[in-house]
Structures are given as structure tokens and as C-alpha cells.
């Protein structure tokens, strides 16, 4: 019952430094997503995968980097990291098919990224 | 131009009154689907309820309904009987097209206080 699971929760780096914040799903779905939140911009979509081996860019790709070479993980990298990419990081998850109800969406607990 | 404009950045009500918390939104594929997140200060989004743009009558979970306005495209959630526990952030989304691989698009989020 574990659904969609992120890791670290919190996080501190130096500009320059890289990273990979890591989604995890149990529910053998195949369209993952990543967003970012920042405060009063809503969440923004990075990057987003539709099934093992194919990712596309969101709205705000740059400085990220994603791959999917398993159903169930798809991580994010941060290969420099700089001040703007301070923000909160979520995950999600929902089945490919057209059963298209609101449930179908689950989020995971996020990752709040410092860049200092 | 915005998908999904919610103006109102911040709402008070008082404990066991209605609220309504403001969404329109904006797309030219007839069919998609609207849908309702809450963010306690924990940070996690928690799913409300959901629209498809094909669905007759307004969606209602619990104190929870949207008020479908297809003509209009306004999605308002209004809650009923506020509780202290409402006191979050929610955000309106969309997702255009019915398939459930398709990316979320978030509006701004809305602020909402509930005192006793």
C-alpha cells in the first residue's frame, strides 16, 4: 500500500552540486509525471514519462534531466544545481489507460530542495 | 493565456458556513477533465473531486461539490459546513483530453482560513 514514494524529503545543496530526487510507484502505472511548486505559481510541470522509455518535456525542463528504464521508478536529475531550483518537488502517477477518473492521480509526499 | 485562473489568492470563512473557492479555465478540446486538490500545511495533495466535461450533473463528494458552469467554464468548489481542518491551499486543475496519461495542468492555488 505504499503508492507513490519519494525520497529524501528535505534536501540542502550547493550551487553546482548534482542530485537525483527519486519517485518510486507500486501500482504498476505507466504515466509518471514531475512538478515543481513555488510560492504562488501553483505546481508546474518538469518532465513526464507516458511508459518505460519515453519521457517529454513539461513546461519548465531546463536544469532537469529524466529517464525511465523501469515501470515503476522515474528519477530526477538536477546535474548543476542553482538557486532557482529551490522549491518543492512532486511526483505522480496514473494508469495509461482511459479510465479517466479524478483517483487516478496520486501524488507522492514531495521533496523540498534548498540551493544555497 | 491561462488554462486555469483561480483569483482569488486568499478566502476567510468562519466555521460551519459555505464557502466557494473560484476556478475558470480555458481550452478548446471538448473533452477534459477538472479537478480539485487540497495542500494542508503538511504538504500533501490530497484529491477532492473531479469533473469530466461530459458529465451531466455536478460532481459531489461528502461537503464537497463543483459547481459546473460548461458555458461559462467555471469550476468553483464550494464546501459546505467548513470545518477548522479545511484550512488549506487548493488548487483547481485540468487535464485535456480523457485519457488518464495526460498531464495535469494546476491553476495559482487558493488560500483558505477557517476560524471558529
Known amino acids: 500500500n505504499a503508492g507513490v514514494t519519494q525520497t529524501p524529503k528535505f534536501q540542502v545543496l550547493k550551487t553546482g552540486q548534482s542530485m537525483t530526487l527519486q519517485c518510486a510507484q507500486d501500482?504498476?502505472?505507466?504515466?509518471m509525471s514531475w512538478y515543481r511548486q513555488d510560492p504562488g505559481m501553483g505546481l508546474r510541470l518538469i518532465h513526464y514519462?507516458?511508459?518505460?522509455?519515453?519521457?517529454d518535456q513539461g513546461e519548465v525542463p531546463n536544469g532537469y534531466n529524466v529517464s525511465r528504464s523501469t515501470t515503476e521508478d522515474f528519477p530526477l536529475r538536477l546535474l548543476s544545481a542553482a538557486p532557482s531550483q529551490t522549491s518543492v518537488y512532486f511526483c505522480?502517477?496514473?494508469?495509461?489507460?482511459?479510465?479517466?477518473?479524478?483517483?487516478?492521480?496520486?501524488f507522492g509526499s514531495g521533496t523540498r530542495l534548498t540551493v544555497v | 493565456a491561462q488554462k486555469i485562473t483561480q483569483t482569488q489568492p486568499g478566502m476567510f470563512v468562519q466555521e460551519k458556513e459555505a464557502v466557494t473557492l473560484d476556478c475558470t479555465y480555458d481550452?478548446?478540446?471538448?473533452?477534459?477533465?477538472l479537478f480539485w486538490y487540497k495542500q494542508p500545511s503538511s504538504g500533501e495533495m490530497i484529491f477532492l473531486i473531479y469533473?469530466?466535461?461530459?458529465?451531466?450533473q455536478n460532481a459531489t463528494e461528502g461537503r464537497y461539490s463543483l459547481n459546473f458552469q460548461k458555458a461559462r467554464k467555471s469550476a468553483n468548489l464550494v464546501i459546505s459546513a467548513s470545518q477548522l481542518g479545511d484550512s488549506a491551499m487548493y488548487f483547481c486543475?485540468?487535464?485535456?483530453?480523457?485519457?488518464?496519461?495526460?498531464?495535469?495542468?494546476f491553476g495559482k492555488g487558493t488560500t483558505l482560513s477557517v476560524s471558529s
Open positions: 486543475a485540468m487535464r485535456e483530453g480523457y485519457q488518464a496519461g495526460t498531464a495535469l495542468i
Open positions: 514519462s507516458v511508459g518505460a522509455g519515453i519521457t
Open positions: 469533473q469530466g466535461s461530459y458529465d451531466q
Open positions: 501500482m504498476n502505472h505507466e504515466y
Open positions: 481550452t478548446s478540446d471538448p473533452s477534459y477533465g
Open positions: 505522480a502517477s496514473s494508469p495509461g489507460d482511459r479510465v479517466a477518473r479524478g483517483y487516478g492521480y496520486t
